[in-house]
């Protein structure tokens, strides 16, 4: 037999359908996974890696980043993908629009496309691929041309952006859009990407499983009257006041209206972003029932289940939707442990203090919103959830499985034969300090400062090359642009 490239001897393998590890070796050949064995032959073998009877756990695909929102894109892909490899991320997937922030321009994707590739090629050491929002009904007649072109075959709606800003209020969404004067972004626009999409996956029915919309459920309305409310009464301050001026029945009005629409347009595959509170499950739940040939997924991040509004380090955790009170926390956690949770994401935003706090810095509603993550989604969801009652191996399907099958990464998501050789090794029983200097992110604060964690990513391989050593970045960025579906 042909000698493998690398061998991982002295690991246990984390699998998404098992709930304890095995003690198998990881034998890699031209950069898939060759062999899953007990004793590997290493003879010839290029590079032996004795893992210590650590953890392998597949290679995270962090299904929620957004590169170049506030930063240069091509210098997030290469810094944030750096504190991507450090939390065991070798797959990220990026959201991104048109509009102000990430390139700063409108027009066509055909156009902005091109930039994006250019911006991020040879840059990332993690593989990558974009989720894309179609903000004009140009952009909706251009959703074919994505799939075909470009491998996008995940969609985005923002359903308060036609109403309410980024980071609060706002009187003039439209140029924080860069749509036309005429066009209007609302449930009417929904509608029609909603029909788009649906159109796609009919025009391209081999892909029509991997072609879905996420939504970002929140309703500006609620918003825009609870933030006057909040500000006017004075009585809150910082993260509360910013969770009680976007409260959770806002995301539940949202999750309810998205869902009709999806019903009314025949969409099946719709993606409920970041759910952060007990109502926004629950709608989304009573959703599911309501309309059952909808194949609603439900997302939640890593913050919303470690963070809550006290617990948080500072306005760094401004983040849409908010944190919440811990009994919105320990929801979450019910919910990811009776299975109705179907991934969990960083949404990383890297956004460095001098773009973060605005003046004066103690105001929430100045502060802009979104922090980094992305290091510690992996960690934190080991530490964290296995002490609650999640195996290694719901871990790994939250975290690498469901969202590959999702998202058409038919190549990533599992340690299996045939696949790319993407995982890391955790050592789940290291215990050690969040501190924000240590990340390596540019970001120089995080929410998440003095949380003891219990587990820890020691060494990331991105198909079979080590790309992480000892807690240390190492080679050149190797991370490719994924065209989906990528196919085994």
Same mark, same amino acid.
């Given at each position: 037999?042909?000698?493998?490239?690398?061998?991982?001897?002295?690991?246990?393998?984390?699998?998404?359908?098992?709930?304890?590890?095995?003690? %198998?070796? &990881?034998?890699?050949?031209?950069?898939?996974?060759?062999?899953?064995?007990?004793?590997?032959?290493?003879?010839?073998?290029?590079?032996? $890696?004795?893992?210590?009877?650590?953890?392998?756990?597949?290679?995270?695909?962090? =299904?929620? /980043?957004?590169?170049?929102?506030?930063?240069?894109?091509?210098?997030?892909?290469?810094? !944030?993908?750096?504190?991507? =490899?450090?939390?065991?991320?070798?797959? #990220?997937?990026?959201?991104?629009?048109?509009?102000?922030?990430?390139?700063?321009?409108?027009?066509?994707?055909?156009?902005?496309?091109?930039?994006?590739?250019?911006?991020?090629? /040879?840059?990332?050491?993690?593989?990558?691929?974009?989720?894309?929002?179609?903000?004009?009904?140009?952009?909706?007649?251009?959703?074919?041309? %994505?799939?075909?072109?470009?491998?996008?075959?995940?969609?985005?709606?923002?359903?308060?952006?036609?109403?309410?800003? %980024?980071?609060?209020?706002?009187?003039?969404?439209?140029?924080?859009?860069?749509?036309?004067?005429?066009?209007?972004?609302?449930?009417?626009?929904?509608?029609?990407?909603?029909?788009?999409?649906?159109?796609?996956?009919? /025009?391209f029915p081999e892909l029509a499983d991997e072609i879905?919309?996420?939504?970002?459920?929140?309703?500006?309305?609620?918003?825009?009257?609870?933030?006057?409310?909040? !500000?006017?009464?004075?009585?809150?301050?910082?993260?509360?006041?910013?969770?009680?001026?976007?409260?959770?029945?806002?995301?539940?009005?949202?999750?309810?209206?998205?869902?009709? %629409? #999806?019903?009314?347009?025949?969409?099946?595959? @719709?993606?409920?972003?970041?759910l952060t509170s007990a109502k926004a499950v629950d709608?989304?739940?009573?959703?599911?029932?309501?309309?059952?040939?909808?194949?609603?997924?439900?997302?939640?991040?890593?913050?919303?289940?470690?963070?809550? &509004?006290?617990?948080?380090?500072?306005?760094?955790?401004? $983040?849409?939707?908010?944190?919440?009170?811990?009994?919105?926390?320990?929801?979450?956690?019910?919910?990811?442990?009776?299975? +109705?949770?179907?991934?969990?994401?960083?949404?990383?935003?890297?956004?460095?203090?001098? $773009?973060?706090?605005?003046?004066?810095?103690?105001? @929430?509603?100045?502060?802009?919103?979104?922090?980094?993550?992305?290091?510690?989604?992996?960690?934190?969801?080991?530490?964290?959830?296995?002490?609650?009652?999640?195996?290694?191996?719901?871990?790994?399907?939250?975290?690498?499985?469901?969202?590959?099958?999702?998202?058409?990464?038919?190549?990533?998501?599992?340690?299996?034969?045939?696949?790319?050789?993407?995982?890391?090794?955790?050592?789940?029983?290291?215990?050690?300090?969040?501190?924000?200097?240590?990340?390596?992110?540019?970001?120089?604060?995080?929410?998440?400062?003095?949380?003891?964690?219990?587990?820890?990513? +020691?060494?990331?391989?991105?198909?079979?090359?080590?790309?992480?050593? =000892?807690?240390?970045?190492?080679?050149?960025?190797?991370?490719?642009?994924?065209?989906?579906?990528?196919?085994?």
């Amino acid at each position: 037999m042909e000698p493998f490239d690398l061998v991982v001897t002295n690991v246990r393998v984390v699998r998404h359908d098992q709930a304890e590890p095995a003690a %198998l070796d &990881i034998g890699v050949r031209d950069g898939r996974i060759a062999a899953l064995a007990p004793h590997l032959d290493v003879t010839g073998a290029k590079s032996v $890696v004795d893992a210590g009877g650590k953890l392998a756990f597949p290679g995270v695909v962090d =299904a929620h /980043q957004h590169w170049g929102i506030y930063h240069p894109l091509a210098e997030d892909a290469a810094t !944030e993908s750096r504190a991507c =490899a450090q939390g065991g991320v070798t797959s #990220a997937l990026n959201y991104i629009r048109t509009g102000q922030y990430y390139l700063n321009r409108g027009g066509p994707y055909r156009e902005f496309f091109p930039e994006v590739h250019r911006a991020t090629d /040879q840059k990332s050491y993690v593989d990558f691929a974009f989720h894309v929002a179609p903000m004009t009904t140009e952009h909706i007649d251009e959703i074919p041309e %994505l799939i075909r072109d470009h491998g996008v075959t995940s969609f985005k709606i923002f359903m308060f952006y036609g109403g309410h800003g %980024l980071h609060g209020r706002s009187a003039d969404q439209s140029s924080f859009l860069m749509i036309p004067p005429d066009a209007r972004y609302d449930y009417a626009h929904f509608e029609f990407v909603m029909r788009g999409v649906q159109a796609a996956r009919e /025009q391209f029915p081999e892909l029509a499983d991997e072609i879905s919309l996420s939504l970002h459920c929140e309703t500006a309305e609620i918003m825009r009257a609870y933030t006057r409310l909040v !500000e006017e009464d004075g009585s809150l301050k910082g993260l509360a006041a910013y969770s009680a001026s976007r409260p959770p029945h806002s995301e539940g009005l949202a999750v309810t209206i998205a869902a009709y %629409l #999806a019903h009314e347009t025949g969409l099946p595959t @719709i993606n409920l972003l970041h759910l952060t509170s007990a109502k926004a499950v629950d709608a989304a739940l009573r959703m599911a029932q309501a309309f059952p040939h909808v194949d609603f997924r439900r997302e939640v991040t890593i913050g919303h289940l470690l963070a809550d &509004i006290d617990t948080a380090y500072g306005l760094g955790g401004k $983040v849409n939707p908010p944190l919440r009170p811990r009994e919105d926390v320990e929801a979450l956690w019910g919910h990811m442990l009776d299975g +109705t949770i179907d991934w969990v994401v960083s949404d990383h935003a890297c956004c460095r203090a001098e $773009v973060k706090f605005g003046e004066p810095k103690d105001d @929430i509603f100045v502060a802009k919103s979104g922090f980094g993550g992305a290091e510690y989604l992996l960690p934190g969801l080991i530490s964290e959830g296995v002490k609650r009652g999640l195996s290694y191996g719901r871990v790994a399907e939250l975290t690498s499985w469901a969202p590959a099958r999702r998202f058409g990464l038919a190549t990533k998501g599992a340690i299996a034969e045939g696949l790319d050789a993407d995982f890391c090794l955790v050592d789940p029983n290291h215990t050690w300090t969040v501190r924000a200097e240590e990340s390596l992110s540019t970001q120089e604060y995080t929410p998440f400062e003095g949380m003891e964690l219990t587990a820890k990513v +020691t060494d990331t391989f991105l198909r079979g090359e080590q790309i992480l050593r =000892a807690g240390t970045v190492v080679g050149q960025p190797r991370g490719r642009h994924l065209a989906r579906p990528t196919r085994p």
